[in-house]
């Protein structure tokens, strides 16, 4: 359990048996553990004060060593298309952005799970940042709390997708740990992690006994194109990530989502729309074409293709009998679309 800048433990995050721990000398019986726990995960409530069914006296001696502590949302961006990008700050001065995308009838919150990116993807504004600081499984929940709680989306239908800052697979227990929290109250058919390729960090998801879906930032049809975009993930040849998702365990109907940055006369060919269902033959995938988003910190020489050239890829693939969708981003005009993050320090702010 992490400690608030008053030395009080956080309850964010806090698993069972660190709340009886807690609460070993007020009140021990394990109906009060489990009270504290609903009300955190499924309540997600803001303090101790919304623990509205714990008595006021057992409130006050818990108040004595705990609090309920998480990232303060510090800025809000909302882009034409409703969209919104939210910072958040933690204790120590990092701050990290995550974005809500409300749609019909349900919304999407997309997470951040580092303050920063060691895997430095050239289309990428948070791996052209470097690396930053992980965040801890209850860092990323409480990014989670914080957001449902702002944007008022307590009891709606939520997608929640670990497409933000960082690489959630190099941060593994944290994830698996986030994962947990959320399960209680997100389905995990409707979590989504997003990894860059990390093959040993699949392998470990795979051993877990619940899984969120799967999402694979794939963005090359060649190792060399690959090496040079990703570099971080280039350590893990394709053809060790083609077997990674070949032994990945799916449940029925579920299908690996192929994410699939295109730029402009890099990995936009009919070649690389030939090579592409090849390399994805047999395997059950869904594919999602994302026209790069630029930024002022990327290379120049960066462009997305035409919507022309998209689309002629686009029907390639799905000629080839892949199932195929291209992903509009959202939230472009304020830089909340993929690829778009950034982290930042409070003191940098100014
Ligand atoms: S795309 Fe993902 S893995 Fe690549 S640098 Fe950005 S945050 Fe990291």
């Known amino acids: 359990m992490t400690r608030s800048p008053d030395l009080r433990y956080n309850l964010v995050g806090a698993t069972r048996s660190e709340i009886a721990a807690l609460l070993g000398d007020i009140d021990p019986r394990p109906y009060r553990v489990e009270q504290v726990y609903h009300w955190m995960v499924r309540r997600l409530a803001a303090s101790l004060d919304d623990m509205t069914s714990l008595p006021k006296a057992l409130r006050l001696s818990l108040a004595a060593r705990a609090v309920v502590h998480d990232p303060v949302i510090v800025e809000e961006l909302k882009a034409s298309d409703g969209t919104v990008k939210l910072a958040l700050g933690y204790d120590d001065g990092v701050v990290i952005e995550a974005v809500v995308m409300a749609m019909e009838g349900h919304a999407t919150i997309c997470l951040s799970s580092q303050a920063g990116c060691a895997v430095g993807c050239r289309f990428c504004v948070t791996g052209a940042f470097g690396p930053g ?50 399960a209680e109250t997100v389905s995990l058919r409707r979590v989504t992690v997003s990894t860059s390729g990390i093959v040993p960090g699949l392998e470990r998801l795979a051993r877990l006994d619940r899984r969120p879906n799967l999402a694979v930032s794939l963005n090359a049809t060649t190792q060399k194109q690959r090496s040079y975009l990703m570099p971080g993930a280039a350590r893990w040849p394709l053809s060790e990530l083609l077997a990674a998702l070949r032994a990945y365990p799916l ?60 689309n002629a890829f686009a029907a390639q693939l799905a000629a080839a009998h892949l199932n195929v969708t291209v992903r509009w981003s959202k939230g472009r005009d304020v830089g909340a679309a993929c690829g778009q993050l950034r982290s930042r320090h409070v003191t940098d702010r100014a």
Do not use: C, W
């Open 133 to 182: 600081r992980h965040l801890s499984g209850g860092e990323i929940f409480g990014q989670y709390r914080a957001i449902v709680r702002y944007a008022n989306l307590v009891g709606r239908p939520l997608n929640v997708v670990f497409m933000g800052m960082g690489e959630p697979l190099l941060n593994f227990d944290a994830l698996a740990r986030s994962l947990e929290l959320l």
């Open 251 to 310: 449940e029925r109907g579920r299908r690996i989502t192929i994410e699939y940055v295109l730029l402009e006369g890099f990995n936009d060919s009919p070649e690389d729309a030939r090579r592409l269902p090849l390399l994805l033959r047999g395997l059950p995938v869904k594919v999602n074409l994302i026209p790069f988003n630029p930024d002022s910190v990327h290379l120049p020489g960066l462009v997305a293709p035409g919507d022309e050239r998209i």
